[in-house]
């Protein structure tokens, strides 16, 4: 390998491009288009600098060789975070706190737990959503709420657990359920997720190409994650995601995303909203 004193040029050329695109897919499932080239150069080329190499195609080198598993996850991270806020998307929570609780109390045998999985938690905005809206709603019943929150990025799950959020994430909140589920931090800047609605949820790093085990939920949020999958990965998560729904039970997609005719699983109810058959 160079080092970069040697190639001072760090550019990602296309066919290094190529490398970390078919890396993406093989581990992840995940499609990266030729439009993400300077996300892929620009995150990546952190850890260039950290190592001393000279050339993207020496890291994917690096990361695929055996026992170097740390640092692929590292690459791993890097090409998967994303910025998001709290109750992100308006028309969704709309439907969660109006139709799918609402119905859910009504049909629910006394001392019931609703449970929801937020399948691509990311930095924890959307899990912490779902965890303060059930405490909003159930509040003053006999029901329980649980959400477990996945990422295949360990990095973001790291942050997720902490619960500390600055100005942008916190956005669209208002000030009464900011200061009822949020405790300031001595910085001004920031605030940390009460530890009431922290212990809500469960964090774990999860791969959604692999199946999951664990109690069906009444509610799936899988939003903005499909559009990264082609259709044969699709399919595979579509069904891992079916296996975990009661019949009956929601879920809930990204605006742009659709289920591919999957009309035998599950029932259209409204943009990017199906229910379980």
Known sequence: MQTMAESPDLQLKPGELRLFQDLMYREAGIRMADAKHNLVQSRLRQRLDALGLASYRDYHSLVTSPGNEAEFQRCLEALTTNETFFFRHKQHWDCVLGQIIPEWKRTAAKGATF??????????EEP?????ALDAALDGTSHAARVEATDINTQVLARAKQGIYGSYALQKLTPQCLKKYFQPLPDGDRHQVR??????????????LQPSRGPAFDLILLRNVLIYFDSDSKHVVLGHIAARLKPGAWLILGGAETLSGRTSEFSYVQPATYRRN
């Not at 912490?128 to 303060?132: E, H, M, N, R």
């Open 115 to 124: 449970r929801a999985w937020s399948a691509a938690s990311s930095t924890g």
């Open 128 to 132: 912490y959503s779902l965890a303060i």
């Open 195 to 208: 530890d009431t609605i922290r212990q809500m949820v469960e964090f774990r790093s999860h791969n959604l």
